[in-house]
């Protein structure tokens, strides 16, 4: 922003940039407000944020797998299908193979990577399309996850199973549920790699201009690869999560999660950082689909109203990007042409006095 320029400039530059960048953590403040006045009993209670934070946890951590890809400019559709896999085999391990937890739960965390490391290669090696390829090996998954299964649950016996494990989701600490704290260190990691080291800075510039990433020198396919592992490793621990939730293995589960998870992710790149897909971003957008949906679920809302709140929320934040954007440009392009025009107007040394 030209400091030459109007005041009237400086506010609406000032007022686009706001929207941009603090628009979706408004908007989160003023649902919770909103629902809190008409549901003063149950809304504004520690009980109830502590729900929201435990049943919002698994599509958060799901969102910002699916926002690493999205920096390098490519989609992983396979994410739903790869945390239905993911909570099979951690629950066919533990109780139908006897695995101890903790190694089950570091064999399929890995596994995940292993995964999002293959859907990289396809993408990149053999120059298929992202939607396409991980689409299709999103339904072999889903595959391998119903002949694991047999198509039924996958139950534990009488005696369920291990506290320690079920504790890794059910167990709070300073009065708030564990798996917000998952979240809070999956943030400040995915924060940390693209705000604060070089890979981020490379993913980047991929995702902006893959061309010019290879000009310069940046091994584009090897860091996309590293990008989709990356979400594969989110994924699986996610799936984790998702098998101490369940306690029992579901085939058909993970398919739940596929969408809230692409819409939080996207929503995260109007918000914090605006078009820039972004760690913060993904959490804030997350939040606000978490606050709409349980306010709407306690107002008595039909099933129906979930994909109409998404749906809707994504058209509005992605709409308020676009003015907020737009305004900016005519700001900035307001301030260019009086600047210019100021320097039109001055005397230069060798002009007339």
């Not at 699916?66 to 993911?86: H, M, N, R």
């Not at 629950?91 to 739960?105: D, H, Y």
Request: charged share 10%; net charge positive; aromatic share 10%.
């Amino acid at each position: 922003m030209n400091p030459s320029s109007s005041p009237r400039s400086l506010l609406g530059y000032l007022h686009g940039q706001f929207i941009g960048t603090y628009g979706l953590l408004t908007l989160t403040a003023l649902l919770f407000l909103i629902f809190s006045v008409t549901l003063p009993d149950t809304f504004p209670t520690l009980d109830n944020v502590s729900s929201i934070l435990s049943n919002q946890s698994i599509p958060a951590i799901l969102a910002l797998g699916a926002t690493i890809p999205i920096v390098t400019g490519k989609f992983d559709l396979s994410i739903g299908y790869g945390l239905g896999l993911a909570h099979v085999m951690v629950m066919q391990l533990i109780v139908n193979e006897g695995w101890p937890w903790p190694l089950a739960c570091l064999v399929v965390v890995l596994g995940g990577a292993v995964a999002g490391a293959l859907n990289g290669v396809i993408v990149e090696f053999a120059q298929i399309d992202s939607f396409i390829a991980t689409l299709g090996t999103g339904s072999m998954m889903y595959a391998v996850t119903g002949w694991i299964t047999e198509g039924s649950r996958i139950v534990p016996g009488p005696d369920g199973l291990p506290a320690a494990f079920t504790g890794i989701y059910d167990s709070r600490f300073l009065g708030l549920p564990v798996p917000a704290y998952y979240v809070l260190a999956v943030v400040i990691a995915l924060w940390l790699v693209l705000e604060r080291l070089p890979l981020g800075r490379y993913l980047y510039v991929i995702g902006s201009n893959p061309r010019a990433a290879g000009i310069i020198g940046i091994p584009t396919r090897t860091y996309s690869v590293y990008a989709f592992a990356g979400s594969g490793l989110v994924v699986g621990f996610a799936g984790v999560l998702l098998a101490a939730q369940q306690q029992t293995g579901n085939p058909t589960v993970g398919l739940d999660y596929l969408l809230p998870a692409f819409v939080g992710a996207l929503l995260g790149s109007t918000a914090i950082r605006p078009g820039r897909p972004n760690a913060l971003g993904t959490v804030v957008a997350v939040a606000v689909l978490a606050v709409g949906l349980a306010g709407i679920g306690q107002l008595g809302a039909q099933f129906w109203a979930t994909p109409l709140f998404n749906g809707g929320t994504l058209l509005i934040a992605v709409g308020l990007a676009g003015y907020s954007g737009r305004r900016r440009l005519r700001t900035g392009a307001t301030a260019t042409r009086q600047s210019l025009a100021k320097q039109s107007a001055a005397p230069t040394k060798d002009g007339p006095p």
